[in-house]
Every structure is written in structure tokens, then in C-alpha cells.
């Protein structure tokens, strides 16, 4: 079985998910890819657009390339078009990708942002925060199509891409349940991910301040706002932070116990009480974390959702790279509730996290870019 570092495997899934989300949009009217919304970019064309031009600024910057503003109209900009510059713009990562590997991404990146604030970070770091990006978008995409009567099976998820492109093979009787629900199943090789520990918990402590950012946000909002219907993830604000903690709750008890069926919170429970249940749940992910090795991440963990469910396999090193951007995507529908419920939050991408947390920056700025 073939193996991919860990950076590199997590662009292999970006790719894959950029390319399943435009092959979602196949037939849609210039009118559905322009209807305007309070999400993401204002328009699905537009959101689309910002994935791009987010991939190919970094892509400059890690380059050296000059300064240049980020593109923000997309002009008419067609699918074919846009698939076109994403495989164009993947390529040429992909490249740096493979130049960077052998000193472990550690090469310190000077560069500006769009308001000219000056940064130096490692570009690990940086290459984490475009992936972390794209999930964060996809998410915001993904609903502009379910207004546009398009969606995915399951979504788009981190562990969809490894039933897709598989690193252990299911057997065979889930692989036809999941079929049989229109998942994609074993459609091309795959590898398996190489564990990069200290990145794995920095994403992880990035998710831990990420979401105490939109708990702490949502603390003035009363019982009514918070349980609100929304046409959105869990559906309401509620519904979803408890979903992000409910899926840490169950990935931890999956890795030290073995399979258990998922079970969520009380409706009912409230901010204070799920704020404690997160900063318990969270200590024992980080106690599992540092106890982990390259071998004991390479170990196969089996998981079952619901009692007529497949009982489905991964590397414990799958499950935590699907755990991280699966809080991202959940975090992406609850910063858009917040809003429409009359709380605005800045920016809570993995390069504010960086820069907050990193010694020796310069400049202060809220900009995601």
C-alpha cells in the first residue's frame, strides 16, 4: 500500500472535493450560480470564485511571487473556467508540495496581506490554513446548492473522500450498503496517510480556541435565538455546537473503547453546560493525542453509527484529520447563524489562530487573507 505524507494527502483531498463540488453545480442556470444570500462570498458563483483566488494567492506567496490583491469579482467566471484555473493552481502546488516535502514544509514564508500587514510563518502552518480554508468554504457552497435542489450523499466530508479513495477496504457487505445509499465506493486508489503528530494537535488546539470563539459568541443569545430554525446543518445554532462536540465525544469513546453507537447531548443542555462538557471531553482527546505514536496512529479502528448501519473501518490517523475539518465544517454554518441572529464575528480561519498564538508577528489584522 502506497503512503502519503500528511499534508500532501490532505491537498489530495481538497482535490477531490473541489472537483465533487463543481461537478455538483453541472447545469445550473447563470440566475441559481448569481441568487444572492447572507453566506459565504453573497453567491454560490461567487464562493466558488473565492475558493480559487485563496488557493492561487498563497500559492503565490509561498512562491515569492509580488504582491498582488486578492480578486474578489468573479465576472461572470464560468464552471469549465473555474475547473480549469483549480487544476491549473493545483498542479503548480502540487509541485511545491513535492520540492518542500524533504525539509518537512519547514521553510519560513515571509509575506503580506491584503492590507499590507506583514507576517513570517512556517509554511506547514500556511498550507494547513488553505486546507482548512477550502473546508470551511465547501461548507458554505454546499448549502447554496441545497437552495439549488443539488446536493452530495453524506457530503463532502474527509472520510467520504477515504470510502472514495480507500487506504483499508471495507467489507463487502458495507461497501453495497454504502453504495446502496449513492456514496462513492473504492472509485480510485488510494493510500495511507502518514501521521504528522505536532501537526494533527496543532490543528486540534486551533479547534479548541475555534470553538470556544463561537461558544463565547453565542453566550448573549436567549433559548428562543439559539433554537431558532435554520435551513443548516443541524438546524439550529444549538443543534450545531452540540453537534461539534457530540463527534468528539464519539470519535474518543470509538479510539479507547471500541464501537459504539453515536449519542448526542440533550437538546435541552445549555451554553455553560456544554462549554464544561467540551473542556472534559477535549482533555481526554488530548491525553489520547500525546499518547500517540506513528505506529498506535497507524491502528485500525472500526465504527458504527446507527444499529442498522455498516460497521466501517479507518486508521486512527483518518478519523482525526476527518474530526478536525469536520468541526471546520460545522463552525462555517454556525458563524452564518450567528450573523443572521445579530452577532458578528471576525475571522476564525487557522491563520488568525497562527498569528494570535505565534511569537514575533508583526502587524495586527482580522484579515483571512
Not at 487557522?350 to 508583526?362: D, K
Amino acid at each position: 500500500m502506497p503512503t502519503r505524507v500528511m499534508l500532501n494527502e490532505l491537498y489530495d483531498y481538497n482535490d477531490w472535493a473541489n472537483g465533487r463540488l463543481l461537478r455538483l453545480c453541472e447545469g445550473l442556470s447563470g440566475q441559481q450560480l448569481d441568487e444572492p444570500r447572507e453566506l459565504g462570498f453573497g453567491s454560490l458563483r461567487a464562493t466558488l470564485f473565492h475558493l480559487l483566488q485563496a488557493e492561487r494567492l498563497w500559492l503565490d506567496r509561498w512562491q515569492g511571487r509580488a504582491w498582488a490583491p486578492l480578486a474578489t469579482d468573479p465576472q461572470g467566471i464560468s464552471l469549465d473556467e473555474l475547473a480549469s484555473a483549480m487544476q491549473l493552481v493545483a498542479a503548480e502546488r502540487n509541485e511545491l508540495l513535492e520540492r518542500e516535502e524533504p525539509a518537512d514544509f519547514a521553510r519560513v514564508v515571509t509575506y503580506a496581506d491584503t492590507r499590507g500587514n506583514q507576517y513570517a510563518h512556517h509554511l506547514g502552518d500556511l498550507l494547513l490554513h488553505v486546507a482548512n480554508h477550502g473546508t470551511h468554504h465547501r461548507a458554505q457552497a454546499l448549502h447554496f446548492l441545497k437552495h439549488c435542489g443539488r446536493k452530495v450523499v453524506g457530503g463532502l466530508d474527509y472520510l467520504f473522500y477515504k470510502l472514495a479513495c480507500p487506504a483499508l477496504r471495507q467489507d463487502p457487505a458495507s461497501d453495497d450498503m454504502l453504495r446502496a445509499y449513492g456514496l462513492e465506493v473504492a472509485t480510485a486508489a488510494g493510500s495511507e496517510v502518514l501521521a504528522d503528530l505536532p501537526r494533527l494537535r496543532r490543528l486540534f488546539r486551533y479547534g479548541d480556541w475555534a470553538f470556544h470563539k463561537v461558544l463565547d459568541a453565542a453566550q448573549p443569545l436567549d433559548d428562543a435565538a439559539l433554537d431558532r430554525p435554520f435551513d443548516m446543518g443541524m438546524g439550529t445554532l444549538r443543534r450545531n455546537l452540540l453537534h461539534i462536540h457530540d463527534a468528539e465525544h464519539w470519535w474518543l469513546r470509538n479510539w479507547t473503547a471500541g464501537p459504539t453507537l453515536f449519542e448526542g447531548l440533550p437538546e435541552s443542555t445549555s451554553l455553560p453546560e456544554l462549554a464544561e462538557r467540551w473542556a472534559a471531553v477535549s482533555a481526554h482527546r488530548d491525553q489520547f493525542l500525546a499518547g500517540l505514536d506513528s505506529e498506535s496512529a497507524r491502528r485500525v479502528v472500526q465504527v458504527q453509527v446507527q444499529v442498522a448501519g455498516p460497521r466501517l473501518k479507518y486508521h486512527v490517523v483518518e478519523s482525526l484529520l476527518q474530526l478536525c475539518g469536520h468541526g471546520t465544517h460545522h463552525r462555517a454554518q454556525v458563524v452564518n447563524q450567528l450573523r443572521r441572529s445579530g452577532i458578528t464575528l471576525g475571522s476564525i480561519d487557522y491563520i488568525i489562530w497562527v498569528r494570535e498564538t505565534s511569537p514575533g508577528l508583526a502587524g495586527e489584522s482580522t484579515d483571512e487573507n
